[in-house]
């Protein structure tokens, strides 16, 4: 059991419900998160992403995320005609501050959410896709964390179909490095294992079916709540009136390469064991899966 007794109570977090989005990246988690944070009900971080628990417990085989936040702070800064001004209104600033010093004071990361509670809050909620890397010692942390302000937490993971999933997240790759040729590189990157470890469904379930109880978690399909036929699940588990449909996506990859029959069918037997895994973990899986 960690040593949690550094941490200050906060009331205003007191008997509230925490929904922790963990991912999967490319499932639709910012449509999620805009999704829910429009409700009244709702405390939601501006930033979606917090990196808090990644950047306690680095991921191996991934870049440290304690630069993150450092950086966030200057850009907002450095665009601001009035730097003094801009902290005083600018919400998202406000949470790149809090942001930072979360890195030396895990207190900062309640103080940021109590910070927001209004009377009618009964959710707060944070989604860092990165979360789904952690392992089963950093679950544990996660899961004592929030027992210390009587919250009661909720674990998001989105899954969307492995082979659209994986290729939505390699075309995101091009975003960020415009000399990948997708249709000529798509074997070595998938050989990352910066990438196909986030494809790896099956040790992600496996371990928050490990860290967490069964009422704990929520395991979704973006394909079912885009078209809103999951969403009275995810308001029963959070206690908020019925989330109104919305087709609306957001923060779709940029790049449209069409995936190739050939290599649709060389990366769905790549992934076949987590179809296998989610069929008999979850049962019925949606019909946009590619079965």
Known sequence: MPDLTHLRRYPELEGKTFLLGIGAMKCATSWVFQHVAQMPEVAATPLKELHFFNAKFPPKGHPPFTARMTALVQTYLAEAPDPVGEVATNSHLQAAIDGLQMLYDDNAFFGHFARMAQAQTRVFTEITPQYALLDAQAFGYVRAFFQTQGLDLKVLLVLRDPVARLWSHLRSLTQEDPTIDILRDWQTLVRQRAVIERSDYMRTIRT?????????????????????????????????????????RQNQTQ?????????????????????????????ALPAAWNL
């Open 255 to 283: 790049d449209t390469t069409a995936l190739p029959d050939a290599v649709r069918g060389q990366l769905r037997h790549l992934l076949a064991p987590q179809y296998t895994f989610c069929q008999d973990r979850l049962g």
């Open 208 to 248: 928050l079916d490990q860290g967490f109880d069964p009422d704990q978690l929520i395991i979704l399909f973006s394909e079912d709540l885009v078209d809103g036929r999951s969403l009275p699940a995810l308001s029963r588990a959070l206690g908020l009136p019925d989330l109104p449909p919305d087709a609306t």
